[in-house]
């Protein structure tokens, strides 16, 4: 997992420094009109999901995990909670979708790392990294507007 500033991705990149580039060439570029759904980077093996809605309860909200895809989460407007756990303390809760890669865990607050996502912060979480997003910042929900760069495994990993 990484959570940073947007503007210190290049101390991420090492020797990957291209795919690092497309992904925050993609994320600096957007602006609020840019229209929900799914955008192309680099065919199947980068794409961006962009999404409008409000967050949710954390009681309404479950922790996700990716096996092929890499998630660099970042907002456009408003602000959400994201919270990191390790898979090893959550207990699953479904079967994992290969299709849509995504499996689900019940989460456990014990173990969950807060990760506060307002626009100019990004997280980052690798596959097998548990994840809770679309947490209301405070109470209330609030809309807020989303990127999501999928990146393969296979490019970074």
Known sequence: MIYDFNENWKTYSGGKQKIWRQTFKFINSASLEIPDGRHNIDGENIFAMVSSYETRSLHESKVEMHREFIDVQTLLSGREMIFYNPLPSLKRDGKFN??????????????????????????????????????????????????VIKIHRSLLL
């Open 98 to 147: 290969t299709v849509k890669d995504c499996g689900f865990y019940e989460r456990n607050m014990n173990t969950a790392v807060p990760l506060p996502i307002t626009p100019g912060l990004f997280a980052v979480f690798f596959p097998e990294e548990g994840h809770m997003p679309c947490v209301c910042f405070a109470e209330t929900p609030e809309p807020v507007k989303k990127i």
